[in-house]
């Protein structure tokens, strides 16, 4: 006779419980960044950091390079909103007037934006800065999950999880979903029952196989940037979406397959807007669209004959993967379709 299981209220099983003001801590820094004019419909995420530099302990907000760069683009400003997770009327805007770079890197996709004289308001606000700091960092394992808190498409804060695929020094890859929107999140794992921060959202990374991935850019070398001015290479050179596609999805059907006429009729009207973009992602010439747009009075049409073409054209390349790269390209940015059709 078997012997009775005991069970009890209570048992330890991966000793990871979490305080949740540990969750809090960690939530309030991450903010929404948008443009100082609202006609202007640029967003990124940042969070609020304290940098040690030379000695000096430094507030900053840490985003990446290609959020600033929109900026630069709109020759506008940039605002932090903090809180903005609850009603609107929560949320708290601050200006980061003036704008000052401590630091920043193209290579690295980050920059680092001082906001040392408004240090006082934030902690007036319970908004404490994540502390960026080498000692503390731990040892990343591929088993282990990272933790993402984001403004994913410029919404309320969102959050996410899930296993990393891989370090690529000085970039980590992992299989956590993000939209656009979500460039510039904090990334973190957990330490002894704390969130430690270990990476900044960059990129994604759509594959041609079942499975996208995210990437972002290691803490640890941006702090070697910011004190050595180095950059460190990657061993393996990888394809990245800033701020376009982000990863998320599976594909349900073999990359390999060739698109079907069935899903072709069904496409062709949800491309109405983009099907001359999605055209030159695919690979059309700009005379084949021509030719398609004045031989083709409607819309829907259009559309119907580039896709028609495109698989005439290259008969077996014309798969789902492939489609699936030419609805992920930062011209075309319909993911959704993605989900639905690839």
Same mark, same amino acid.
């Given at each position: 006779?078997? #012997?009775?299981?005991?069970?009890?209220?209570? *048992?330890?099983?991966?000793?990871?419980?979490?305080?949740?003001?540990?969750? #809090?801590?960690?939530?309030?820094?991450?903010?929404?960044?948008?443009?100082?004019?609202? !006609?202007?419909?640029?967003?990124?995420?940042?969070?609020?950091?304290?940098?040690?530099?030379?000695?000096?302990?430094?507030?900053?907000?840490?985003?990446?390079?290609?959020?600033?760069?929109?900026?630069?683009?709109?020759?506008?400003?940039?605002?932090?909103?903090?809180?903005?997770?609850?009603?609107?009327?929560?949320?708290?805007?601050?200006?980061?007037?003036?704008?000052?770079?401590?630091?920043?890197?193209? #290579?690295?996709?980050?920059?680092?934006?001082?906001?040392?004289?408004?240090?006082? &308001? &934030?902690?007036?606000?319970?908004?404490?800065?994540?502390?960026?700091?080498?000692?503390?960092?731990?040892?990343?394992? +591929?088993?282990? !999950?990272? @933790?993402?808190?984001?403004?994913?498409?410029?919404?309320?804060?969102?959050? %996410?999880?899930?296993?990393?695929?891989?370090?690529?020094?000085?970039?980590?890859?992992?299989?956590?979903?993000?939209?656009?929107? %979500?460039?510039?999140?904090?990334? $973190?794992? &957990?330490?002894?029952?704390?969130?430690?921060?270990?990476?900044?959202?960059?990129?994604?990374?759509? %594959?041609?196989?079942?499975?996208?991935?995210?990437?972002?850019?290691?803490?640890?070398?941006?702090?070697?940037?910011?004190?050595?001015?180095?950059?460190?290479?990657?061993?393996? /050179?990888?394809?990245?979406?800033?701020?376009?596609?982000?990863?998320? $999805?599976?594909?349900?059907?073999?990359?390999?397959?060739?698109?079907?006429?069935?899903?072709?009729?069904?496409?062709?009207?949800?491309? +109405?807007?983009?099907?001359?973009?999605?055209?030159?992602?695919?690979?059309? !010439?700009? /005379?084949?669209?021509?030719?398609?747009? +004045? =031989?083709?009075?409607?819309?829907?049409?259009?559309?119907?004959?580039?896709?028609?073409?495109?698989?005439?054209?290259? *008969?077996?390349?014309?798969? @789902?993967?492939?489609?699936?790269?030419?609805?992920?390209?930062?011209?075309?940015?319909?993911? =959704? &379709?993605? /989900?639905?059709?690839?």
């Amino acid at each position: 006779m078997a #012997d009775a299981v005991v069970e009890v209220e209570e *048992v330890m099983v991966t000793n990871k419980l979490i305080p949740m003001q540990e969750f #809090d801590k960690i939530r309030n820094a991450v903010c929404l960044l948008k443009s100082s004019n609202p !006609s202007n419909s640029w967003r990124g995420t940042g969070f609020y950091v304290n940098v040690k530099l030379k000695k000096e302990n430094i507030g900053c907000i840490m985003t990446n390079y290609h959020v600033y760069c929109e900026m630069e683009k709109s020759s506008d400003g940039m605002v932090a909103v903090f809180y903005y997770e609850k009603a609107e009327k929560d949320a708290f805007e601050l200006p980061l007037v003036p704008f000052k770079l401590l630091a920043q890197s193209k #290579d690295l996709d980050y920059v680092l934006i001082r906001v040392t004289s408004n240090e006082d &308001l &934030l902690q007036s606000k319970g908004v404490e800065p994540i502390l960026v700091d080498r000692s503390n960092l731990p040892t990343i394992r +591929t088993h282990d !999950s990272v @933790y993402i808190i984001q403004h994913p498409r410029g919404d309320k804060k969102h959050f %996410s999880h899930e296993k990393i695929k891989r370090l690529n020094k000085p970039f980590i890859e992992y299989y956590a979903d993000t939209l656009r929107g %979500s460039s510039g999140s904090p990334v $973190f794992v &957990l330490n002894q029952s704390k969130f430690t921060l270990i990476a900044l959202h960059s990129k994604g990374v759509p %594959s041609q196989y079942l499975k996208n991935w995210n990437k972002g850019v290691l803490i640890e070398d941006i702090l070697d940037h910011l004190h050595t001015g180095k950059v460190t290479k990657p061993d393996i /050179s990888l394809p990245g979406v800033p701020g376009e596609m982000e990863s998320g $999805f599976d594909l349900s059907k073999n990359p390999s397959k060739q698109v079907t006429r069935d899903d072709i009729i069904y496409i062709a009207n949800d491309i +109405t807007d983009e099907w001359e973009l999605l055209g030159r992602a695919l690979g059309h !010439s700009d /005379s084949t669209l021509k030719i398609i747009n +004045t =031989d083709n009075a409607k819309v829907y049409n259009k559309c119907y004959a580039m896709l028609t073409k495109w698989t005439q054209v290259m *008969v077996s390349k014309a798969n @789902y993967g492939a489609l699936a790269k030419g609805f992920a390209h930062p011209t075309v940015n319909r993911p =959704d &379709l993605i /989900s639905k059709y690839c």
